[in-house]
């Protein structure tokens, strides 16, 4: 009997450090899986917060800060009411409420409104404005923050975006009103690169190479362009400084394309046939330090950094019919995430870290989805609409930009990341594979 006490205490010891074991691995997984990626979350469930922008005050009486001031208001106005996180409260009840001299709180806090945007607009050199911004909070009556900003007339929107970027952080969300999209348009008769506002505005030309100019990506700082040209006769990899308008030769030999920046800036992720086979490889933004990550007699393509930098995301046909996979940074941990369709392609990793976009064909129609790496679940963003392509996500992760031929010819639209509130950016020519800065 007493030894029968002791072997079965041994064995209540043994089964418990095994469930002790057992605890402790799936809390270190648990931390291991949490610190994978992890940046922003989406308001989802969150009351957007009632806004109201009255009229600006002209402290410079003059056709130019009247113009600007109209400018302005209304790019705020737009940019808030995109951001999906503050909502506008209506313009028809403005009248009622002086929108010079002393702020009445009481009155805004009547139309609901929690937060008061006031500003003041002067002209304080010829073709220059000066635009001084506040914020109040219509309850308290509290100052939220104030600025001012200078720039040139015709830099009036910018201003405007700036102010509702400011916004943004001052509630704790990322901004995103002075990002950048990089496409590709063949408006001007050949494949060129351009780049916009994140709302269609300011469309520029950037590439003036007369061949093939395509794949571009933006590096973080919105200083640099990657991108893909034959202007020598082979698709090479390029870097256009956009300051300086200079274009500098980045990687050659072979076919090399899907060029994307890590999100320091400091490393490009790409393509290359270097060695016989579409292999992704990693290098400096010097072009130093090459290393090729991928090892597979399959094709392997379209690599997209996660938000830490310690993932990528790519394409690959290494089971029979191109997938998404993950893999670290350094080639390792290989893991397949997509089975519905038999070709799947160009992932889009978000900045929240949750989740990646991607293009699936599904019954001869290419849509674009978006898989939650949380819970392991796929929504569909786009049906029925043409042939959908290249997602990219804005810095905040609340919307999606991409290519649609839904028109006839391929134009940019945006999304937010529900399927709500679709925006066409683009309409002469073709446009196609839109690439949204991280910033």
Partial sequence: MKYCRIKRRKNERFLWKVIILLFLAFIINEILNSQQEVIIKIREG????????????????????????????????????????????????YPAIPSSGKINFKDWKDLQANIIITGEIESPAEGRITFTVKAWDAKSGGYIFGKSYGGKAEEARTIAHRVADQMMINFGEKP??????????????NMEIYMMDWDGYNQIRLTFNN???????ISPDKKIIAYTSYRKLNPDLYLYNISEGKNIAFFSGGTNYSADFSPDGKKIAFVSTKDGNAEIYIANIDGTNVKRITFNPAIDTSPSWSPSGREIAFTSDRSGSPQIYIMDSDGANVRRISFEGTYNDSPAWSPDGDRIAYVSRINSSFDIYVYNL?????????????????????????HIVFSSNRSGSYQIYIVDYDGLNLRRLTNSGNNKMPKWSKS
């Fill in 46 to 93: 969150v009351s957007l917060i009632p806004v109201a922008i009255p009229e600006f005050i002209l402290k410079s009486r003059n056709d130019l800060t009247a113009e600007c001031a109209k400018i302005i208001h209304r790019t705020l106005w737009e940019d808030l009411e995109f951001s999906r996180v503050f909502s506008l409260v209506p313009r028809d009840l």
């Fill in 374 to 398: 949380r819970n392991n679940t796929v929504s569909k963003l786009t049906e029925n609409s043409g042939r959908n392509e290249n997602p990219s996500w804005s810095p905040d992760g609340r």
């Fill in 211 to 217: 061949v093939i100019d395509t794949l571009p990506s």
């Fill in 176 to 189: 995103l009103f002075t990002s950048k999209i990089v496409f590709v348009s063949d408006r001007d008769g």
